[in-house]
Structures are given as C-alpha cells and as structure tokens.
C-alpha cells in the first residue's frame, strides 16, 4: 500500500477489511463510494453520525455505497476494540453501511486520515474526488452532510466537484505508538 | 484570590479541537456571572502521566473550585481523548453547555452579580 497519501484526482489506495458484518470489504465497481473514518468514541463522529447514516440511506439507490473504517488504536482505546465496534452496531439494530475495522492502521495511513470523522468521495474509478468534512458544522443537524451531498450529486450528474477539499474537523486519529 | 471568587481551570488535550471552544464560551459565562473572564487556569494535559496526575477523563475538562462542571462517572477512564458532553437539547457536543457552566459558576459564587 502506498505510503503517499492521495490527493484529489489520485487513485484512491485499495483494502480488504473485515467488518461488524462479518464480511470483509474492498473497493468495489460503485458509481460513487464514500469512505469514512470514524470511531465510537469522539463528540465529532458521534455528532455527525446520524447525518452520515442519512446520506447513506438517501444515495443507497443510487449507486452510492458508504464504508466506515474505525483505524484507532483499540489497545489504548477499548471503546473502539472490534467487540465494541460490533455491540455499537447491534445496539443501533444495523447500520445501512458496513463499520470495517482497520486494526493495524495501513487504510488510515494510505489515506492521509487524520481525525474522525475525515470524509472521503471516490468517483467510478475509485479515484478521490472530495476530502474533508461532511458540512460546517458538527453541532447543526440541519447541515444534512450538505458538503459531502454536494460533491455526490456532482459525481452522479458527472459534474466537477466545486468544492472538493475542505479541513476535516474531529478527534485526532488514535495512532498505535 | 478573594474567598468569593472560586478557582476555575480549563484544561485541555492536543489531540482534541474544542478547548479554544469551550475557553471562549467558559470565558463568556465567566463573564456572565460577575466573574473575572482572564481569571481562568489554562492548563495542557501533555501525557498519560499528566493525566494520571490530573485524573483527566478527556479534553476539555472545565473545573470550577475544583469541582468537574459535568462530572464524569466513577468508570469513565483516565485518558488522553475528546470528552463526550450532551447539551441540555440532548445532543452530543464536545464541548459543555454553557447553561451548565454557568450554574456550576453561579453555585460556587452565589455572592456575585450577573452582569
């Protein structure tokens, strides 16, 4: 796996990770997928998290498939061991995306990941088209993920990303030391 | 330091964002309450020994004479990480609320006038 993480018009690095599922999940032939890092743990992703499970709900039917990735040490942090990644899930009665665990952080790596949230669109041919957050502010439910809706409807209406790279806001990415 | 005016330290994590949130807003309601919104003890929590020291459950962790403003539980964990608060409108934020930061305020210095 590169060691350099992509920038937007790169290809995007590949994975195989296990999931809560049970399955192990790559990239795959998708019009668009959307790739994010998150974890159990931080007010950001917690915060976020429903509006990202309502974008993927929204674009399931359109070709669109959202893969969250929790890459942070689990050593240091129980809260986000596979276990508990699966009890979080189970707890919600199933999310309408796979939550993969990258246990020894090559997929966060390979990206560049830096906080969770830090929200990733890649186009048909798995290349990056959007990085960043999924709107402006995490503490307005009324943002509705509008960045991250924005640069999918561009993709599917084979339109340019206007906005294709804002900062990512969250928790630092819990590295293994 | 005057007996009605109560200790109050901010202290925060490198790895989390909200602190300089959470200062402004802590200084707001510091301000809000008669209080000296400058008096605040700013501190960073550097390590796992820091934290230990500190008994820190995460970043930011607003104390006001010496008293945690949303304290945490007796399992919560000592650990360098985002605290996790929940607004009085029951969402999830990194930061406290304010409302709650100002009635820990209030409590400690009830002689003081709102301004």
Redesign the interface.
Same mark, same amino acid.
């Given at each position: 796996m590169s060691t350099v993480p992509p920038a937007i018009g790169d290809p995007a690095p590949g994975f195989d990770l296990p999931a809560t599922d049970g399955e192990t999940h790559a990239l795959g032939e998708e019009a668009a997928t959307v790739i994010v890092f998150t974890c159990n743990?931080?007010? =950001?992703a917690?915060?976020w998290h429903d509006r990202l499970l309502a974008a993927a709900e929204d674009y399931a039917d359109r070709g669109v498939r959202f893969l969250a990735i929790n890459s942070n040490d689990a050593e240091r =942090?129980p809260a986000d061991s596979y276990e508990a990644m699966k009890e979080r899930v189970a707890a919600d009665g199933g999310w309408p995306m796979p939550y993969l665990h990258d246990a020894n952080q090559d997929v966060a790596r390979a990206y560049g990941a830096q906080t969770t949230p830090d929200v990733f669109v890649l186009d048909g041919d798995d290349t990056l088209r959007y990085r960043g957050a999924a709107d402006g502010d995490?503490?307005d439910?009324s943002a509705n993920a509008a960045w991250l809706r924005a640069a999918l409807d561009a993709l599917l209406e084979g339109r340019e990303v206007e906005t294709s790279e804002t900062e990512p806001?969250?928790?630092?990415i819990?590295w293994r030391p | 330091m005057s007996a009605s005016a109560p200790e109050v330290e901010l202290l925060w994590w490198?790895?989390?964002?909200?602190w300089q949130q959470a200062l402004a807003e802590l200084r707001a309601a510091l301000a809000d309450t008669g209080l000296d919104p400058e008096s605040v003890v700013v501190r960073e929590v550097g390590g796992d020994e820091d934290a230990q020291r500190e008994r820190f459950v995460g970043s930011p962790t607003i104390r006001v004479a010496g008293a945690d403003v949303q304290p945490p539980g007796p399992e919560e964990p000592v650990?360098l990480?985002? /605290?996790?608060?929940h607004l009085r409108d029951g /969402?999830?934020?990194?930061t406290p609320d304010p409302a709650d930061v100002r009635d820990a305020l209030r409590a400690a210095a009830p002689d003081k006038e709102p301004t």
């Amino acid at each position: 796996m590169s060691t350099v993480p992509p920038a937007i018009g790169d290809p995007a690095p590949g994975f195989d990770l296990p999931a809560t599922d049970g399955e192990t999940h790559a990239l795959g032939e998708e019009a668009a997928t959307v790739i994010v890092f998150t974890c159990n743990h931080c007010p =950001y992703a917690l915060a976020w998290h429903d509006r990202l499970l309502a974008a993927a709900e929204d674009y399931a039917d359109r070709g669109v498939r959202f893969l969250a990735i929790n890459s942070n040490d689990a050593e240091r =942090y129980p809260a986000d061991s596979y276990e508990a990644m699966k009890e979080r899930v189970a707890a919600d009665g199933g999310w309408p995306m796979p939550y993969l665990h990258d246990a020894n952080q090559d997929v966060a790596r390979a990206y560049g990941a830096q906080t969770t949230p830090d929200v990733f669109v890649l186009d048909g041919d798995d290349t990056l088209r959007y990085r960043g957050a999924a709107d402006g502010d995490h503490s307005d439910p009324s943002a509705n993920a509008a960045w991250l809706r924005a640069a999918l409807d561009a993709l599917l209406e084979g339109r340019e990303v206007e906005t294709s790279e804002t900062e990512p806001v969250g928790c630092s990415i819990k590295w293994r030391p | 330091m005057s007996a009605s005016a109560p200790e109050v330290e901010l202290l925060w994590w490198a790895g989390c964002p909200s602190w300089q949130q959470a200062l402004a807003e802590l200084r707001a309601a510091l301000a809000d309450t008669g209080l000296d919104p400058e008096s605040v003890v700013v501190r960073e929590v550097g390590g796992d020994e820091d934290a230990q020291r500190e008994r820190f459950v995460g970043s930011p962790t607003i104390r006001v004479a010496g008293a945690d403003v949303q304290p945490p539980g007796p399992e919560e964990p000592v650990s360098l990480t985002c /605290r996790i608060y929940h607004l009085r409108d029951g /969402r999830v934020s990194p930061t406290p609320d304010p409302a709650d930061v100002r009635d820990a305020l209030r409590a400690a210095a009830p002689d003081k006038e709102p301004t």
